[in-house]
């Protein structure tokens, strides 16, 4: 509830390199994630957009969470996040998503599912966008 309350990473980036909007018509989600990216590494995220409580804290932990990391490492990131809230097991789920894994039990709400993993579908698809870039 934190992060709904007060999300980090909830601006525009200045100089983003990748931007992707997505939406969520079920709940009426809207983000923009946006990402700055050096060397295949994440250098900065930020997003923004309105949404239920459960996207806002996802795009918030999501943020925090691959600040820093590689290109490769985020894609494992997103895949595992989308694994566990659909109900799969995912090893070393702490580790591999850190404050995220709290959102573990939206699993038991399908469809909540696509509020949840649409920040993370952002990201994938403007990491995918600069891997094509390069």
């Not at 709400?109 to 579908?121: D, E, G, N, Q, V």
């Amino acid at each position: 509830m934190d992060h709904a309350k007060h999300p980090h990473n909830n601006h525009e980036l200045d100089r983003a390199d990748h931007e992707v909007e997505l939406r969520n018509p079920t709940c009426g989600d809207v983000l923009t994630i946006q990402l700055k990216i050096a060397d295949k590494t994440v250098i900065d995220a930020a997003y923004t957009g309105t949404g239920c409580t459960i996207s806002q804290a996802s795009a918030s932990m999501m943020t925090d969470q691959i600040k820093g990391k590689t290109i490769a490492e985020v894609e494992q990131m997103v895949l595992g996040f989308s694994d566990m809230v659909m109900g799969k097991d995912v090893p070393d789920q702490t580790k591999l998503l850190g404050e995220a894994s709290i959102l573990q039990s939206v699993a038991q709400f399908p469809a909540r599912i696509k509020c949840a993993t649409l920040a993370w579908k952002a990201a994938y698809q403007a990491i995918e966008e600069s891997e094509s870039n390069d």
